[in-house]
């Protein structure tokens, strides 16, 4: 049967990880996948995590299975660190946690249990939005649509845009949101325009799912939390997905979880068994290993200290680059400006060119982005950094 099957074109940032690995030339520059790297370029093994992987493998009797829900400490720690200790949901019980194999999974599951509860369910996601939501979200069978995010004259969001399309979605509809470090553009909402999109939120009953996973690599661990804790204080069913890929460096361990609040306690309980009937028919039982560490990392208090520095310098390298790519593109193209890109945060920015720049920065340059010409800043170093300019203003 198998004979049948059609060769499909790579992810675009598979394709791209692929490709950057490929090229033999030494002044290649990864500004592709997303993950953080340090001024040699590389993407360690944090120290908090080194040392809490010791004492999980020195303590370790079994590896028999945890659960399907996965590991009940975890999940109570994840929900400590999104949530914060004394959060309303957590205090009145209306919040169930489940562990899933990274923030990919979560989102998955998530959009399973909105098919299991509302089969016709909409998604609505960003324009634009990460590449891999849609196969994760519509993989469910729940239909996708859009509406307007970014915009590219000023680098920021177009929120009016965003507002007014929200506000016509009839109730019940979903709305994907990035809590912070928006995935692929940078581009954030305000802690005012998040209020006023919660008042949107609660006057038309639309029902957010709200991934995070860049917790800490905006603007701090509170910061970044904000809209998530608003949101699930103050509505009565919220979805958050969960990823400590970044944030805990932790990428192939696939470690994440699926908060969910519910309107009532009870609420909390069906959802969370139906969240194990979804989990057992996917994955079974989620890796354990990444999550072990987590739940060290969190509850020792040296170990949690040591990371919140670790991941405060990542922070601080990101921001420190994004400044250092504003004055190098200044001077090297100063017919275009680039200034949005310091007031970005997270990762992601968007160079706002075309994809045949794109392509000629790949094949003249090597310098890698995606096609839509999201760059990771964190790919960036001290020593490209001119280079890099250079061949974007060869390119313009
Ligand atoms: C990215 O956006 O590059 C990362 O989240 C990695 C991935 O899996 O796509």
């Not at 068994?273 to 354990?288: E, F, H, T």
């Not at 560490?293 to 310098?313: F, G, M, N």
Request: glycine share 8%.
């Amino acid at each position: 049967m198998f004979e049948r099957l059609e060769t499909v074109i790579p992810d675009p940032i598979l394709g791209l990880m692929a490709a950057f690995r490929a090229d033999p030339d030494p002044r290649k520059v990864d500004l592709g996948v997303g993950v953080y790297r340090d001024g040699r370029g590389e993407t360690p093994v944090l120290n908090a995590v080194r040392e809490a992987e010791r004492a999980v493998l020195a303590h370790q009797t079994t590896k028999t299975y945890v659960a399907a829900s996965g590991n009940a400490a975890f999940n109570e720690a994840i929900e400590r660190l999104v949530l914060g200790d004394q959060h309303e949901a957590r205090v009145t019980a209306r919040v169930r946690t489940v562990q899933a194999p990274g923030g990919c999974g979560a989102l998955r599951l998530g959009a399973e249990l909105i098919r299991a509860a509302a089969p016709d369910s909409v998604v609505h996601v960003s324009t634009p939005t990460w590449a891999n939501h849609t196969p994760l979200l519509a993989g469910s069978g729940l239909r996708l649509e859009r509406y307007p995010y970014f915009d590219p004259a000023t680098g920021g969001v177009q929120f009016g845009h965003l507002m007014a399309a929200l506000e016509r979605l009839p109730a019940r509809s979903v709305v994907l949101l990035h809590a912070s470090c928006h995935n692929p553009t940078g581009a954030d909402l305000s802690q005012d325009e998040w209020r006023k999109l919660l008042a949107l939120v609660q006057r038309r009953g639309l029902v957010p799912f709200i991934d995070i996973a860049y917790q800490g690599l905006g603007e701090g661990l509170e910061a970044d939390a904000f809209a998530v804790r608003l949101f699930c204080a103050e509505l009565p069913e919220v979805l958050c997905a969960v990823s400590c890929s970044k944030n805990f460096g932790l990428y192939r361990e696939r470690t994440g979880a699926l908060h969910v609040v519910n309107e009532t306690p009870a609420a909390a309980d069906a959802t969370f068994s139906q969240l194990v009937r979804i989990a057992r028919g996917i994955w079974s039982m989620p890796p354990d290993h990444g999550a072990a560490i987590v739940h060290k990392i969190l509850t020792e208090a040296t170990l949690r200290t040591s990371w919140r520095l670790e991941l405060d310098a990542m922070r601080e390298r990101i921001g420190g680059l994004r400044e250092e790519a504003v004055r190098q593109l200044r001077e090297h193209c100063p017919q275009r400006d680039f200034g949005f890109i310091a007031t970005q945060r997270g990762m992601f920015s968007f160079l706002g060119i075309s994809g045949a720049q794109v392509r000629e920065l790949r094949e003249r340059h090597h310098v890698y982005m995606t096609e839509d010409s999201r760059m990771n800043v964190a790919g960036l170093r001290r020593e490209n950094l001119e280079y890099f300019a250079r061949a974007v203003a060869q390119v313009l």
